[in-house]
T-cell receptor
Framework: NAGVTQTPKFQVLKTGQSMTLQCAQDMNHNSMYWYRQDPGMGLRLIYYSASEGTTDKGEVPNGYNVSRLNKREFSLRLESAAPSQTSVYFC???????????FGSGTRLTVV | TQLLEQSPQFLSIQEGENLTVYCNSSSVFSSLQWYRQEPGEGPVLLVTVVTGGEVKKLKRLTFQFGDARKDSSLHITAAQPGDTGLYLCAGTKAAGNKLTFGGGTRVLVKP
């Protein structure tokens, strides 16, 4: 089982460029999440999808959009990247909102 | 100020020593989870505690949820270099709510 797969693993963007981070899970989980991890800030929720067809904002949604393409896939889009979006991004999934999360291995994004 | 405060932020010990990591809040949580994260990887779930006063053991790791469900601790007995990593606590304030993470405790176990 691959679990949660994120692509790409590393990316460098120039300010103002756009990109989409991809996430797919093969565990038939209902809920999927996008977090960012910054030094000293822990993991902060950007957006989540409780089930296929629904998405909701988390703690830090500004500058991001998401798409729950189907039950397996949940993508995160940066329309106009800013240096403040330099971070490590993690996708996670779980069977339901009260259960433990399975995380991907992350995307390290640098915006210059 | 984070909803969940972890202490210490960093811990360096010798192999064989014991250590305790704390996760505290002024809020009540319906459940708490502990994760370990290694460099370049995502967090991996260690345990979930849901009942006040609950104690769970996972080999040399002991997890406790406070009676008032506002705090939790992780105790490692006879630490090994393989225990090195970032330990994260995370909680939900009510059933169906999203996880809130603490800032993490970085543990280094030297051989």
């Amino acid at each position: 089982n691959a679990g949660v797969t994120q692509t790409p693993k590393f990316q460098v963007l120039k300010t103002g460029q756009s990109m989409t981070l991809q996430c797919a899970q093969d565990m038939n989980h209902n809920s999927m999440y996008w977090y960012r991890q910054d030094p000293g800030m822990g993991l902060r929720l950007i957006y989540y999808s409780a089930s296929e067809g629904t998405t909701d904002k988390g703690e830090v949604p500004n500058g991001y959009n998401v798409s729950r393409l189907n039950k397996r896939e949940f993508s995160l889009r940066l329309e106009s990247a800013a240096p403040s979006q330099t971070s490590v991004y993690f996708c996670a999934s779980n069977i339901g909102t009260d259960y433990g999360y399975t995380f991907g291995s992350g995307t390290r994004l640098t915006v210059v | 100020t984070q909803l969940l405060e972890q202490s210490p932020q960093f811990l360096s010990i010798q192999e064989g020593e014991n250590l305790t990591v704390y996760c505290n809040s002024s809020s009540v949580f319906s459940s708490l989870q502990w994760y370990r994260q290694e460099p370049g990887e995502g967090p991996v779930l260690l345990v979930t505690v849901v009942t006040g006063g609950e104690v769970k053991k996972l080999k040399r790791l002991t997890f406790q949820f406070g009676d008032a469900r506002k705090d939790s601790s992780l105790h490692i007995t006879a630490a090994q270099p393989g225990d090195t990593g970032l330990y994260l606590c995370a909680g939900t304030k009510a059933a169906g709510n999203k996880l809130t993470f603490g800032g993490g405790t970085r543990v280094l176990v030297k051989p």
